[in-house]
């Protein structure tokens, strides 16, 4: 009896939800009795199954249960199918259809008409193409549900007014859709920066355009914990500004895995006082989006090449972006300077930067322009080598002279550069 009254008890709420549906829908669910009843009588208790006649979610291959969520979940479909027309006719595949189907309810509850004034919008205001539309809505459904007035046009106008262009807005919108229409997240993040790191309105805007991932970031559960994190080390707010400027990945980050441990991790394995690491994060706040195991493994690396401890610490204090480098490059150009360049440990702790420029196109490119010059490369410290500004380069050895032999090696392969300096390259 029990069951029996379960299964009309679903019956009577299924024909109430039938009622709140437009007479006119296209789509018109059904609920079968059968289905119904199947699931009054299964001992695991299973959702009433509901059926539809709709040959565009068939195309879509939007399955029962799907679309049984979608519909219970807003009792009516008056709009979908005008909808996935409309989305259709701009070029959106069925997958992409299917996605945002699924996905959101707004096209049950969105008119045709004004899901149409929103794509226009965005072609409109932002100069999108039909596929740029098409990208933004499968990449950020729920932007369909943003309001014309208050998020779309709310979010234009505080880029607008700190001077940036509605290109700069297409360009954020592309490279991440979620963005668009965060209007009151991206006002009370503008206003709590510009209080407590001391980065301005137009200086946060230009971070985003350039990051724009940071707005998805919880400001009370992710962002905030992060300023208050780099607080705790005694940052001013301008040392905050700079480190976040810079490096604005670190807002994704846990702060402990991100900034304290190695932080800690330079006092113990590089005998670092707290004020000289707090001073790497300063200068190269980006080497600390590197894993810690990579800074570990780079420092295992340099002792490995016969660094001694203390050398190895001097080394990455004078040239930190050394430890997130990775190690085949750095063996490589280690190999040369000491096999080709003649150059010992002392001589790379003078210069460790030599380690940060291209090997081919500025190590390797000059040696072989001195050498073909009759000079002996050897007798040149590495600063000299690869730190000489190009222009002072040009102005030491002809301009002229310089620019031929650049087309010239652009020319070759890395295997014909590297034997451009006869045996003793070839051998290295």
């Keep these: 009896m029990a069951t029996f009254n379960h299964a009309l008890l679903s019956l009577r709420a299924a024909s109430a939800l039938l009622k709140t549906c437009h007479p006119f829908s296209a789509i018109v669910p059904v609920v079968s009795l059968r289905g119904f009843c199947a699931a009054a009588n299964d001992q695991e208790g299973e959702p009433a199954k509901l059926t539809w006649s709709s ?4 195309k879509l291959g939007i399955s029962a249960v799907e679309w049984r969520e979608v519909w219970v979940r807003n009792g009516s479909t008056r709009n979908l199918e005008e909808n996935l027309d409309l989305l259709k006719s701009w070029g959106m595949a069925a997958e992409g259809r299917r996605k945002v189907a699924t ?12 899901l149409e004034k929103k794509l226009r919008w965005l072609t409109e205001n932002l100069a999108f193409g039909s596929k740029d539309v098409v990208q933004v809505v499968k990449g950020n459904p729920r932007f369909l549900q943003c309001s014309l007035d208050d998020d779309l046009e709310g979010f234009t106008k505080i880029f607008l007014k700190e001077g940036y262009t509605r290109g700069h807005i297409k360009r954020m919108a592309l490279k991440h859709p979620q963005v668009l229409g965060r209007t ?3 006002r009370a993040m503008l206003t709590y920066f510009e209080n407590n790191a001391g980065i301005n309105p137009k200086e946060m805007l230009q971070m985003i355009i350039k990051f724009p991932q940071i707005v998805g970031y919880s400001l009370e559960n992710n962002l905030e914990p992060k300023i208050e994190g780099f607080k705790r080390l005694n940052m001013s707010q301008g040392e905050i500004a ?8 670190l807002l994704a980050s846990d702060f402990d895995s991100s900034i304290n441990s190695k932080i800690t991790w330079m006092q113990e394995k590089l005998m670092f006082k707290p004020w000289e690491a707090l001073h790497i994060l300063l200068r190269q706040p980006k080497v600390f989006m590197a894993r ?12 490995s090449l016969g660094f001694s401890s203390g050398k190895v610490a001097s080394l990455l204090h004078k040239s930190p972006l050394l430890l997130s480098r990775g190690t085949d490059g750095l063996r490589e150009k280690f190999s040369f300077a000491k096999e080709v360049l003649r150059k010992g440990t002392d001589d790379i702790i003078r210069c460790p930067d030599y380690f940060t420029y291209s090997f081919e196109d500025r190590i390797l490119f000059r040696v072989v322009f001195l050498d073909c010059r009759g000079q002996d490369f050897t007798r040149w410290g590495l600063n000299s080598l690869v730190k000489m500004p190009k222009s002072d380069f040009e102005e030491r050895f002809g301009k002229r002279d310089v620019q031929a032999f650049e087309k010239s090696w652009a ?3 890395r295997e014909s550069k590297l034997k451009c300096l006869g045996s003793e390259l070839r051998s290295f």
């Design 242 to 249: 700079g480190v976040v400027k810079s490096a604005p990945e």
């Design 55 to 58: 040959p565009h979610l068939e």
């Design 103 to 114: 996905s959101t309810p707004v096209l049950v509850d969105l008119p045709s008409k004004a």
């Design 184 to 186: 009151k997240k991206l």
């Design 411 to 413: 020319d070759l392969d």
């Design 292 to 303: 810690l195991a990579t800074w570990e493994s780079n420092r295992q690396f340099f002792i």
